[in-house]
């Protein structure tokens, strides 16, 4: 079985706990390389060679339900957004029942006092009361009591079965009052029904809370997703029919007419419009489009009516592939998560543990009521100890933030690129193409005496039509802009290392270096200054001559890019350190390199140059970031510690990066970095408030301010923080969806 990467809904996951078994339950299965759950979206995606069913089975084997998605992405996100609405619906609903039955029982015992047994009478009340409690607890808490039975016979512990073990356990006590309190000391005939009912009530409004918080959190793929229209326009044997996106196939010819968005990748056979690329490069200015130009899936037509052919269909699109590549990282760990994995894997049992111990000194060498302070005990550690907030820290932040940088253009391609991003310290920047242009144009022109600049243009531009070098191209290129006519060529001639010649219109032209001038005895004298002058620039002066007479000199530059320089000093106020990396000329670099306030020069490297200077860094300490576009950049970007290529530039460079910028501007790379270090402030504020609420909660839950004090935590009170833990967590992963960079170019 070839690998192949699998994706599973989960049922029954409730905590970090639930997750490290089903992950190292579905790795022990043989083909598996990958397993990885996203407790925030309860899904788990496997990678290798396996069989979904051997996967289901060790799934289910450990206590848990699990569903192979055979849907598209659309109708999976519409699935388990309406299940979420059926699911919070149910849990505000089970809520409301039990804190129907709690609130009136609480404000009962906090006014008369009266939760005693010490009569017939009391005995029968608080029976039928006990037995009301006992249908909220199987109805509105049912799922809390399966869970835990499932842990249970798979030899397991989990949320599930702190919360079943303190509210059955203070209705068993109750009940045993009512049925058996002779058993009991006077003092410690207390009943704790409404205990049992406000945790179930509480536990279920904060997980209907979380659920509806969670909810906003997948909103980048949402946005995505909705760029996708679910129809499009095939043109099949002269006729225009609608068709269900799935049934487009490589090779169908499709029409998009204004205002309707592309729905695959594809290349334009007849008619021109502006395309609107925004939603996929960053790019607010619409793009010209024309015969063989390219469309990608998800981008909106503006104003005119295009044919095309479709060449990438479904996953194969750009806009299926950059979903996906969000998925993935959101669902990736990031290193920080470390410490929580591995507290959450044993967290459980050694709260049973904790509370067991905490009740048996209680009932030992407590004060009197013995019994009911062990009881309060016991039931407050196992609810306020439940490590759901622990659990949701990072999952949430993670997935926030890589969904907020997809919105800027920013593609994370895993969680461990996200955390390194924001210690990085040294930023490599290669030149060409992400510095500048990557596309040289004509920069300078001038003729001697009074000649004629056009003139002068057209011919060399005729020249150069007959070479394919770089510089040629800008130079034809900039007689087009002009809207110059060529003029034929004939004789024409690529000397080495020196230049070009050839005939134009009956005239001798040469173009070329100060080496090509010399052997054809042409004098350049007036122009060395001049062109020395352009070197310094970072420009390649080149001289023409016109029937053995100078004529002139022109100079072609990559023009740097217009936001470079404010992008370099943007990295700058971010605290790195920028060097540069370029196979170009010393001269070329260094002229760049002032231009744009860069200190640090490499030049006339070759690709394993790149990579050596980028592993020098890192060997001196320095936490390196690398930023390409190019073949020759995949060496660098793969050894850096965090490799950013440009969305422009090469696939191989976009493979091997662990971070891709939509569009070809440095300032992707700043947004990057400052969306990093926001999502790292929010993930330790989340891992903090929440080992600070366990670390703190189990010892006033075991008594510890008793003797300050003189009363013990209410399970009521343990239940209600609790709850809202999670959601405490979850809203503050929720403030990242605010995020503003603070310079958006």
């Known amino acids: 079985m070839s690998k192949q990467q699998q994706t599973f809904t989960l049922s029954g996951v409730s905590c970090a706990g639930c997750v490290s078994k089903i992950e190292k339950s579905v790795k022990a299965v043989p083909g598996v390389d990958e397993a990885r759950v996203n407790l925030a979206d309860r899904t788990l995606q496997v990678s290798g060679s396996v069989d979904a069913g051997d996967i289901q089975s060790a799934i289910e084997s450990a206590g848990y339900g699990a569903e192979p998605v055979r849907r598209s992405e659309r109708e999976l996100r ?14 505000l609903w089970r809520s409301g029942l039990a804190l129907g039955l709690g609130v009136p029982l609480m404000a009962w015992g906090l006014l008369t006092g009266e ?51 303190g509210t059955g356990t203070a209705w068993v006590f109750s009940m045993l009052v009512v049925l058996l309190p002779q058993l009991l000391p006077e003092a410690a005939r207390h009943v704790y029904f409404e205990a049992s009912a406000m945790i179930i009530g509480l536990i279920n409004l904060g997980q209907a809370l979380e659920v509806r918080a969670r909810g906003r959190t997948s909103a980048a793929v949402e946005k995505l997703l909705q760029l996708q229209d679910p129809t499009a326009r095939v043109v ?59 469309l990608s899936a998800g981008t909106l037509n503006k104003n005119g009516t295009l044919l095309f052919a479709a060449e990438k269909v479904g996953a194969e699109t750009r806009l299926a592939q950059i979903i996906e590549m969000v998925k993935n990282a959101q669902s990736s760990r990031v290193p920080i998560a470390r410490l929580a994995d591995k507290i959450s894997a044993i967290f459980v049992p050694a709260v049973m543990i904790i509370a067991i111990v905490s009740a048996l000194i209680w009932f030992n060498w407590g004060p009197d009521p013995r019994a009911a302070h062990m009881l309060v005990v016991l039931t407050a550690v196992l609810i306020i100890a439940c490590p759901c907030a622990l659990g949701l820290a990072t999952p949430m932040s993670v997935m926030v933030g890589v969904g907020k940088g997809a919105e800027y253009g920013v593609l994370v391609r895993n969680g461990k690129a996200l955390q390194q991003a924001s210690n990085l310290t040294t930023l490599v920047v290669d030149k060409t193409g992400t510095l500048t242009e990557g596309a040289p144009k004509l920069t300078d022109l001038e003729t001697v005496g009074d000649g004629d600049a056009d003139e002068l243009l057209a011919l060399l531009a005729s020249l150069e039509q007959g070479s394919e070098h770089p510089l040629a191209e800008a130079v034809v290129a900039a007689a087009r802009e002009r809207n110059l006519d060529l003029l034929p060529l004939s004789e024409f001639e690529a000397i080495t290392a020196h230049g070009v010649s050839g005939t134009v219109d009956g005239k001798k032209i040469l173009l070329g270096n100060r080496k090509l001038m010399q052997r054809e005895n042409i004098d350049i004298a007036a122009w060395h200054e001049r062109a020395d002058e352009l070197a310094d620039l970072g420009r390649t002066a080149m001289y023409a001559a016109v029937d053995g007479a100078a004529a002139g000199i022109i100079a072609v530059a990559d023009p740097i890019r217009e936001d470079a320089n404010a992008a370099i000093a943007r990295l700058l106020r971010l605290g790195l350190r920028i060097e540069m990396l370029t196979g170009d000329s010393s001269a070329t670099a260094d002229a760049v390199a002032q231009q744009l306030g860069i200190d640090r020069v490499h030049a006339e490297l070759l690709p394993e140059d790149k990579e050596r200077i980028v592993g020098d860094l890192m060997a001196q300490g320095q936490r390196v970031g690398m930023v390409g576009d190019g073949i020759n950049d995949a060496p660098a970007l793969a050894r850096a510690d965090v490799g950013f290529a440009i969305g422009a530039g090469t696939d191989v460079a976009i493979e091997t990066a662990d971070i891709t910028l939509m569009r070809s501007s440095l300032h992707g790379v700043a947004n990057a970095i400052e969306l990093s270090r926001a999502t790292l402030r929010n993930i330790k504020q ?46 503050n992963a929720n403030r990242l969806r605010f995020f503003q960079a603070t310079e958006v170019q």
Request: hydrophobic share 45%; aromatic share 8%.
């Open 686 to 731: 989340n891992l903090f408030g929440a080992f600070v609420y366990n670390t703190l909660g189990i010892p006033i839950a075991a008594g510890v301010l008793y003797p300050f004090t003189g009363a013990l935590l209410s399970p009521v009170i343990a239940g209600a923080a609790m709850a809202f833990s999670s959601v405490t967590v979850v809203s």
């Open 115 to 165: 939760m005693m047994v010490d009569s017939p009478m009391q005995q029968l009340l608080w029976g039928a009361v006990g037995l009301l409690t006992l249908g909220v607890l199987l109805y509105c808490g049912g799922h809390f009591f399966s869970g835990a039975w499932r842990a249970f016979r798979h030899h397991n512990a989990n949320m599930d079965t702190l919360i079943a073990l």
């Open 78 to 91: 519409e699935q388990q957004r309406a299940e979420e609405q059926r699911h919070y619906r149910q849990l």
């Open 236 to 294: 099949r044997d002269g006729r225009e029919v609608d068709m269900p996106l799935e049934e487009v196939q490589v090779g169908d010819r499709l029409r998009v007419r204004p205002g309707e968005k592309i729905p695959v990748d594809g290349r334009v056979l007849d008619g021109s419009s502006l395309v609107d690329e925004s939603m996929l490069t960053g790019e607010p200015v619409p793009v010209k489009k024309a015969e063989r130009d390219t």
